[in-house]
């Protein structure tokens, strides 16, 4: 990876996502099983991108789907390898310039895009995924808008205390188009000691009606949502759902 990209995702903060923070996975993969139907019926190719853990791949696999997962933290795919092993294929790809796969479908839940360090670079993603989606190809990924609910909450501090693991996540704001966590994580160690790790992330919000044209000008239609099927999304966490001309 890049020096200059911010490695997130390390080894704790991954496990405690895999434990604690499948709801969004849960949520949206009855609506993104509907759109992908007609995709599994002709046995086509699914790319995920962001599939973290493996959350929302386990789902695609249990479905039938032939899948390839990928993800830009080593350790998501150390544990995606275990949690989804039968997927057709795990491997590491780092948005925005890093190849995508050809497929039939593309799918990404947890504002993976969101991530990258600029609009520009979203950009470059998307238009990625518009090239390496097959005729008649379907597009399914949520994106941070500008009137995300968590921002728009933030400043603030929140923590979550298990057992075994503890999160402590400082948000903010510090311009319209940046939203920030800093986190500090603490993991029981196997003598009963602590440990403590801290990321830093920061989530790039974009007006997400200049999607649609960016993506037509690419063989892509595709409309904004706030659901992949009946659950609504978080307000200002927007689905991009589109396909590409047969």
């Known amino acids: 990876m890049p020096e200059d990209v911010p490695y997130y995702y390390r ?16 949520e949206c993969a009855p609506g993104i099983l509907s759109l992908l139907e007609p995709v599994r019926q002709r046995k086509g190719l699914v790319v995920e991108l962001g599939c973290g853990s493996g959350l929302l791949t386990r789902y695609l696999v249990d479905a039938g789907h032939r899948v390839v997962a990928t993800d830009a933290s080593p350790a998501m ?9 039968d997927a057709l294929e795990i491997r590491r790809l780092a948005l925005p310039d890093e190849p995508i796969p050809e497929a039939d479908a593309v799918v990404s839940v ?17 238009v990625a ?23 728009a909450s933030a400043p603030d501090v929140r923590a979550r205390v298990t057992d075994d693991w503890a999160i402590i996540n400082e948000r903010s704001v510090p311009s319209p188009e940046r939203f920030v966590r800093q986190m500090a994580m603490f993991t029981r160690n196997e003598d009963g ?24 000008a690419h063989g892509v239609y ?24 047969a």
Not at 11 to 26: E, M, S, V
């Open 11 to 26: 080894a704790d903060l991954a496990r405690i996502h895999h434990l604690g923070y499948g709801f969004h996975a849960d």
């Open 77 to 85: 795919l150390d544990i995606a390898r275990v949690y989804v092993g």
């Open 110 to 126: 947890g504002h993976v895009l969101s991530y990258l360090p600029d609009a520009d670079a979203i950009n470059r993603a998307l």
């Open 129 to 151: 995924i518009a090239v390496a989606l097959r005729p008649g190809g379907l597009l399914a990924i949520d994106l941070c808008d500008r009137s995300y609910h968590e921002a």
């Open 193 to 216: 000691s602590w440990r403590r790790d801290d990321e830093r992330h920061e989530n790039v919000l974009i007006d997400t009606s200049t999607v649609p044209p960016l993506l037509a």
């Open 222 to 245: 595709a409309k904004v949502g706030n659901a992949f099927g009946e659950v609504p999304l978080m307000e200002g966490l927007h689905t991009i759902v589109g396909w590409r001309t």
